[in-house]
T-cell receptor, first 116, second 115 residues
Framework: GAGVSQSPSNKVTEKGKDVELRCDPISGHTALYWYRQSLGQGLEFLIYFQGNSAPDKSGLPSDRFSAERTGGSVSTLTIQRTQQEDSAVYLC??????????????FGPGTRLTVL | AQSVAQPEDQVNVAEGNPLTVKCTYSVSGNPYLFWYVQYPNRGLQFLLKYITGDNLVKGSYGFEAEFNKSQTSFHLKKPSALVSDSALYFCAVRDASGGSYIPTFGRGTSLIVHP
């Protein structure tokens, strides 16, 4: 079946511009995560959505970052007034809830963001 | 609080030799432990997990991992490495008794298998 998809795969933008990154999770997965992967830094948690509950935004690095999830499916991560330090690969993952909270995550291929 | 450490940034091994990628963790309660692999320009792929039960867990591509509670470790192993195993490996932990559903990932270990 279809996996997690992300778009665009690559995004080059100028400092100060806003960007939107999209994630389409696996159908039926109620949990959705956004991570940022910088070279040598591992995975940095950004935000977590679970069903209709309020998202856990504890990982967002600044108020320039926001995310929403519409209809419990597609999610958009928005970065306003981009800075060069925002350059990274942004990964989305979804997880099924049935069977227990210990289910593994399914990751998308990521969006590589470059801020010039 | 939960944390995970991958003490080696890079592991080098010759093809056909056994490989080990190390992971240690810290949680308040019992751990859920995961290994993921990332090939170049790809997202992470799930390899295996420990939830409960047998300490030796077998996963995809011939990988296995051993849960050691006394040493708080979950090392990834494979009896005979392949060049195609060369990739970035991530260990992750989540506290089973915590209220958060957010796992903590290690910094990753680059595995290089030489022909």
């Amino acid at each position: 079946g279809a996996g997690v998809s992300q778009s665009p795969s690559n995004k080059v933008t100028e400092k100060g511009k806003d960007v939107e990154l999209r994630c389409d999770p696996i159908s039926g997965h109620t949990a959705l995560y956004w991570y940022r992967q910088s070279l040598g830094q591992g995975l940095e948690f950004l935000i977590y959505f679970q069903g209709n509950s309020a998202p856990d935004k504890s990982g967002l690095p600044s108020d320039r970052f926001s995310a929403e999830r519409t209809g419990g499916s597609v999610s958009t991560l928005t970065i306003q007034r981009t800075q060069q330090e925002d350059s990274a690969v942004y990964l989305c993952a979804s997880r099924p809830s049935g069977g227990g909270s210990y289910n593994e995550q399914f990751f998308g291929p990521g969006t590589r963001l470059t801020v010039l | 609080a939960q944390s995970v450490a991958q003490p080696e940034d890079q592991v080098n091994v010759a093809e056909g030799n056994p490989l080990t990628v190390k992971c240690t963790y810290s949680v308040s309660g019992n751990p859920y432990l995961f290994w993921y692999v990332q090939y170049p320009n790809r997202g992470l792929q799930f390899l295996l997990k420990y939830i409960t039960g047998d300490n030796l867990v077998k996963g995809s591509y011939g990988f296995e991992a051993e849960f050691n509670k006394s040493q708080t470790s979950f090392h990834l192993k494979k009896p005979s490495a392949l060049v195609s195993d060369s990739a970035l490996y991530f260990c992750a932990v989540r506290d089973a008794s915590g209220g958060s559903y957010i796992p903590t990932f290690g910094r990753g270990t680059s595995l290089i298998v030489h022909p």
